[in-house]
């Protein structure tokens, strides 16, 4: 059947047990999003916020805090747009299956949007950014912000839905040097198709038509976070996943306007003007700071009847954007393997905030007539990998060989690792790419967007065993001398505070000397930080300090490291230094007296009695 509204969703989902509503006066200043990750950490259920102070409307958040929630949400349309996607990426399965994708394909007919001619809930009324929910997440973000929204844009050179973009980027609606009511700033990070529609319309000189929808049938959101097939409109996914077209019209200036939505902002972004955007606290755990973004000038923020705003929080996974994730994966399955000849499956690491971090397993075909112990074809598809549209923004890539292991997972964060540290050639098999682009989120680099790239690559037999503990009367040179066991190969160890790169490359080169005299059997990886205990308390502290604190260029040394013909290797162990640099962004931190508030909502007679 689908969902109308928003309204329409957060009725079914409290009739069925899945939301709970906050009747308490809540501050949007980190408040509301205390009790949304309070609630999301338990696997809680969706929260309908009934009184937010300084606005009249109210809010909804952790619609998609559970894979089991997601799904029934989509419970009628899920199995058709697995089929679809299949369809799209493999046109070839309609024709040798043509009864198994009817429905699909009625589905598909059936998704094209629907231009009204008049009458919208949308046009219910006016009203202006400073009366909207002024949700602010983390203490030291730049002003409230919208977490949830769906950026639209059009192609000045082929305008028209069909060609347009929608996107979830961030949009900052107060503080710095915005004037109220009159500016906000838009966000947008590297390989994003916003940025395409924003550059034809400056090589013109014209202003981008940007318009904002918030709220509606959760089909619309899910849809702009989608990574959908180059041709595949958002617009077309959102009616299919939703099982009712995307109904829109133009307003009198010409912006186009979701008639499912809660709320729109319109504006325009003129060429070259930019306003200090952020801060924010960004979903790789860390603050993502303040640069120049583009300004949008607001025309309009228009409203259905008794409408509900949508936000999420953001921060150190796990968080909503997981789920979303997790939904993402289940709608999609293989798609991006059957992209990249040879790759059967890649996994962006969540718990390392997603870009840092990238596992894949691919086929080694290039000799069949000869058993070759050494990595070839994995490499093609790395480089394949590291190019491709949002993977491209990842520093670390650990890639094997399919034939090593069949049934290996890529989501099984020691067994794989394990698999590659098993069979990696240090001296061989590490290459990087220096001085490239990095995720705009990612501050472990030499400047904003900024860094470089590692391939670790393993093919062929195991070449060691791997430690499963540390060996007794276990011994490291000073200053770097406190280890502790993280996982079968890898060590963490603690490190003295971070100077300058060029006071601690002399210590890390005297350090390795010194350290070769070591025995380092069956622990091929050690991790430098500031807390080895925090490091090795979990897996996800691990991959999370690990991949978001070190830029490969600049931080991965060796024992018996050299350089040969351009390419660096080492002969082991490979040293990854994950201290705090000066210029990192800072890690966040909650209020401890905003949770204590948040504790009293938990207590007998509270909304949240027996939710946390």
């Not at 949400?73 to 799209?88: I, N």
């Not at 259905?304 to 939904?327: H, M, Y």
């Not at 162990?573 to 890690?587: E, M, S, V, W, Y």
């Amino acid at each position: 059947m689908g969902y109308n509204s928003l309204e329409a969703c957060v009725a079914d989902l409290e009739k069925h047990g899945h939301l709970i509503r906050i009747k308490e006066e809540v501050d949007p200043y980190l408040e509301m999003a205390a009790i949304h990750m309070r609630v999301f950490d338990v696997e809680g259920p969706a929260l309908y916020f009934e009184n937010i102070k300084g606005s009249e409307f109210p809010a909804v958040s952790n619609l998609f805090g559970t894979l089991d929630r997601s799904k029934f949400m989509f419970r009628d349309s899920l199995d058709h747009l697995k089929k679809l996607v299949d369809v799209k990426m493999n046109p070839a399965a309609v024709l040798k299956n043509p009864f198994q994708y009817i429905g699909s394909s009625m589905t598909a007919l059936g998704a094209l949007p629907w231009k009204k001619k008049s009458g919208a809930p949308i046009l219910h009324g006016k009203t202006s950014i400073s009366k909207l929910p002024q949700i602010v997440n983390w203490p030291m973000d730049g002003g409230a912000f919208v977490t949830m929204p769906q950026v639209y844009t059009e192609d000045v050179a082929k305008p028209g839905i069909m060609q347009a973009n929608l996107g979830m980027y961030r949009i900052q609606l107060s503080g710095n040097d915005y004037l109220p009511d009159q500016e906000i700033g838009l966000h947008y990070q590297l390989h994003r198709g916003i940025g395409v529609h924003q550059t034809k319309a400056n090589a013109l000189g014209k202003p981008l038509k940007v318009s904002i929808f918030v709220g509606g049938p959760p089909a619309h959101p899910l849809s702009a976070v989608m990574p959908l097939p180059e041709g595949l409109s958002e617009m077309i996914f959102a009616g299919a996943l939703g099982n009712r077209r995307f109904r829109y019209f133009y307003d009198d200036e010409g912006f186009c306007i979701s008639a499912d939505a809660d709320f729109v902002i319109t504006g325009t972004v003129y060429p070259n003007e930019n306003k200090p955007e952020g801060p924010f606290g960004d979903h790789i755990g860390y603050y993502s700071l303040t640069h120049p973004f583009p300004l949008m000038k607001v025309h309009n923020v228009y409203h259905k009847k008794n409408p509900i705003w949508s936000f999420t929080v953001v921060g150190r996974p796990p968080q909503e954007d997981t789920s979303f994730g997790a939904l993402i994966h289940e709608i999609t399955g293989a798609a991006i393997p059957k992209e990249i000849s040879g790759l059967h499956a890649v996994n962006a690491v969540d718990a390392a905030g997603v870009h840092p971090l990238l596992f894949a397993i691919g086929s080694e075909r290039y000799t069949p007539y000869q058993r070759v112990d050494r990595p070839q074809e994995i490499l093609t598809i790395a480089n394949q990998i590291l190019g491709k549209n949002q993977l491209s923004l990842a520093k670390y890539l650990f890639i094997s060989a399919h034939e090593d292991n069949p049934q290996l997972d890529i989501y099984d964060i020691p067994a794989f690792l394990g698999h590659i540290l098993e069979r990696i050639d240090l001296t061989r098999d590490v290459h990087f790419q220096t001085n490239t682009t990095i995720d705009t989120l990612d501050y472990s680099g030499d400047g904003l967007n900024a860094g470089s790239k590692v391939v670790f690559a393993a093919a062929g037999t195991k070449k060691r065993t791997l430690g499963r503990e540390l060996p007794a009367n276990f011994e490291l040179p000073r200053p770097f001398n406190q280890a502790k066991f993280v996982i079968p190969g890898v060590i963490a160890i603690d490190g003295q505070a971070f100077s300058t790169y060029e006071h601690e490359s002399k210590i890390m080169a005297e350090w390795c000397r010194a350290a070769a005299a070591s025995s380092w059997e069956g622990f091929p990886l050690i991790v430098l930080c500031d807390d080895a205990n925090f490091t090795a308390a979990t897996v996800n502290n691990f991959v999370w300090t690990t991949f978001t604190r070190s830029n490969p260029a600049y931080d991965i040394y060796g024992i018996n490291s050299f350089t040969a013909f351009k390419h660096w290797g080492c002969g082991g162990p490979l040293i990854i230094d994950a201290r705090t640099k000066p210029h990192h962004a800072p890690a966040l931190i909650k209020d401890e007296a905003v949770e204590r508030r948040v504790d009293q909502l938990a207590a007998k007679g509270g909304s949240l009695h027996g939710v946390i």
